[in-house]
């Protein structure tokens, strides 16, 4: 031990006397190990760690896709409800819309402050039971209020109930105010409750409030991939028995609903049902894009570990003179291993040191600010278990680029070796060690500029594909109209065309147009065919537009006209397709003066 603590002093001197290289070496460490660990700790997260639900085995995800696609929990209120009536493999189900959605959130009574804009979820009474979660408060939701039309109710979560509430433990009972209106208030979630499983990003936030999915075929969205369902397998049913009798009810779903065969991808391929782990289910469309940010990321670590070796080869030559003093003095070959480990573990050690505060604050980071759909329930890993990846990946970094040089001196008889210091002989083998450290450097850099490069082409790319619309000088801004004021659709219309005409007299302002969702972004999701042609049914993106938008955005016709002043609520309604529409549903034919079914109205 006392010769171990004495080699690492000496290496602490040797390294201050070379201040230079100590800090690039730990700085290349630090960034290296940090961010490494960094996706370690996300992948983590995200893929291997257990949900933190009792018995998380046994939760899985029910989707309604092709084979094709990723696992997900996406899901069809027809299928949802299908699955519910029929299906024997599972002990629970769950379902819940969609996503988040904003509200405004505020007490009632005189003094309890202003409404604050929160984000709120919808999950039907056996979602919570089928996660394992119970109320520290209160009750769930009850069958009466999870019916259509039921009662109001709401539960808060454990963050809103204790910021805006003062954690008042009378709040079970009380009404707040949602968007306007009244809503009691029927129970509390526990403190970290992982509910919402919808994925963050840089502007979402996990969900506040929580009020009945009311699930029904009277609902706009029920026939579309609008909501998530989860269940629990029942203790003695396997997966692959639970996707097998998911399998046997397929044509019993193609008899009950005629739509489905008319519902397929362009190749002909039909949706199935399907179930999946729910951590698989969760992380299905970022699964690949972790892993690959994790290669890439190790990538640069093994890179600055093969640079730094390279470093130390060539610091261990100038240094041959020394040891082969030491070696004349009697050191042994574990001794002149040891020591020039010791050098290697103090970099390492101080490289990891400061690479798990890189790693802290880049998982945070990553977290928070990654353009992927990362689960509200993923954060990242402990300290303690960054610290453990880091100590690893310093070991690791060690033995790669300490190794290095000890096996180049004392790859010969030491003594032989080391007494004729400068020999030719020592030359070359300095060389051929450095050279293939730098051969294999560059090959890894140029795999990884080339995997950038890549990268980069696609994005611009896709920033350079047109979108369809005019974006020069196009601005956008948002607006969501809620409570008593604005449940009549025509109230809705008339502020929007107040605000479209105000827009229009503003100086500066050429067009103005109202829109219920941007081109690129989600719009309601639907179903649509020819009227009597329901075996044609698909899903489309709907766009309720008023006269001016489609000039505005600068999209044109093909044929027919556009929306006008004289389309209004009581006139018959009309509708503008796009071209892959007109040729899928009338391909012989002229779609302008056919009409078609959207949801339930034509």
Same mark, same amino acid.
């Given at each position: ?25 730990? #700085? ?13 700790? &996300?992948?983590?997260?995200?893929? #291997? ?52 959605? !904003? ?9 309890? !402050? ?35 039309? !039921? ?8 963050? /809103? ?80 028995? =639970? ?7 397929? *044509? ?37 894009? @972790? ?21 130390? &080869? ?41 690479? #798990?505060? &890189? ?24 300290? *303690? ?5 880091? =100590? ?52 890894? /850099? ?9 990268? @980069? ?8 594909? /047109? ?9 956008? !801004? ?25 827009? +229009?007299?503003? *100086? ?50 093909? +044929? ?43």
């Amino acid at each position: 031990m006392s010769s171990l603590l004495q080699d690492l002093r000496f290496a602490l001197r040797s390294l201050r006397r070379s201040p230079g290289f100590a800090a690039t070496a730990g #700085l290349t460490l630090a960034l290296g190990i940090g961010l490494t660990a960094a996706m370690l700790s &996300v992948v983590y997260s995200v893929l #291997l760690a257990p949900l933190p639900y009792p018995q998380p085995d046994r939760l899985v995800g029910l989707d309604f896709n092709y084979r094709s696609e990723k696992p997900s929990t996406s899901q069809v209120g027809t299928a949802a409800d299908f699955i519910v009536r029929y299906s024997h493999s599972f002990s629970a189900f769950g379902v819940s819309d969609g996503g988040t959605s !904003g509200v405004n959130l505020a007490a009632t009574g005189a003094g309890r !402050g202003h409404a604050f804009p929160v984000q709120q979820m919808h999950i039907s009474r056996s979602f919570l039971p089928t996660l394992g979660i119970e109320p520290q408060l209160g009750r769930g939701f009850s069958a009466e209020e999870d019916t259509h039309g !039921g009662p109001r109710a709401a539960l808060l979560s454990d963050g /809103a109930w204790r910021t805006r509430f003062g954690a008042d433990p009378a709040i079970v009972g009380t009404v707040v105010r949602i968007d306007e209106e009244d809503v009691p208030v029927v129970g509390v979630l526990p403190p970290g409750a992982a509910v919402d499983l919808q994925g963050s990003g840089r502007e979402a936030e996990a969900a506040s409030v929580f009020q009945p999915l009311q699930l029904s075929p009277r609902d706009a969205g029920y026939e579309g991939n609008n909501y998530q369902m989860i269940a629990r397998l029942r203790p003695s049913v396997s997966l692959q028995q =639970a996707q097998d009798e998911l399998l046997t009810l397929l *044509p019993r779903f193609a008899e009950e609903n005629s739509w489905y065969k008319g519902w397929h991808a362009p190749n002909g391929e039909l949706n199935q049902l399907r179930v999946f782990p729910l951590q698989a289910a969760l992380a299905g469309d970022v699964r690949g894009s @972790l892993l690959a940010l994790l290669g890439a990321a190790a990538s640069v670590l093994l890179v600055a570990c093969l640079n730094l070796a390279g470093l130390m &080869v060539a610091r261990t030559a100038a240094r041959t003179r020394e040891l082969a003093v030491r070696s004349a003095l009697g050191a042994s070959r574990g001794a002149l291993l040891r020591l020039l480990l010791a050098e290697s573990a103090v970099l390492a050690g101080v490289g990891a040191v400061a690479g #798990l505060l &890189v790693a802290r604050g880049a998982a945070q980071a990553f977290l928070a600010y990654a353009p992927l759909g990362i689960p509200h329930l993923a954060a990242s890993a402990s300290l *303690p278990w960054l610290a453990g990846c880091a =100590a690893a990946m310093a070991a690791g970094g060690t033995l790669l680029f300490g190794l290095m040089p000890a096996a180049v001196v004392l790859r010969r008889e030491v003594n032989q070796g080391l007494r004729n210091a400068g020999s030719q002989g020592q030359s070359v083998a300095y060389q051929r060690t450095g050279r293939a450290l730098i051969v294999t450097q560059v090959a890894l /850099a140029f795999v990884l500029l080339t995997a950038a490069s890549l990268l @980069l082409h696609a994005f611009l790319t896709m920033r350079s594909t /047109a979108p369809g619309v005019d974006t020069a000088g196009l601005t956008i !801004g948002q607006v969501t109209l809620k409570g008593d004021a604005y449940k009549n659709t025509a109230h809705s219309v008339q502020f929007s065309q107040r605000v479209v005409e105000q827009l +229009q007299h503003t *100086p500066g302002i050429l067009r103005a147009g109202a829109v219920n969702g941007l081109p690129l972004d989600r719009g309601l999701n639907i179903s649509g065919w020819p009227v009597g042609r329901k075996e044609l049914r698909h899903m489309i993106e709907a766009r309720f537009v008023d006269p001016t938008y489609l000039n505005t955005v600068g999209i044109g016709l093909l +044929q027919g006209r556009g929306i006008t002043a004289g389309d209004t609520a009581t006139s018959p309604r009309v509708a503008v397709i796009g071209e892959s529409a007109a040729k899928h549903w009338w391909p012989d034919g002229d779609a302008i003066g056919s009409r078609i079914e959207v949801g339930n109205e034509t």
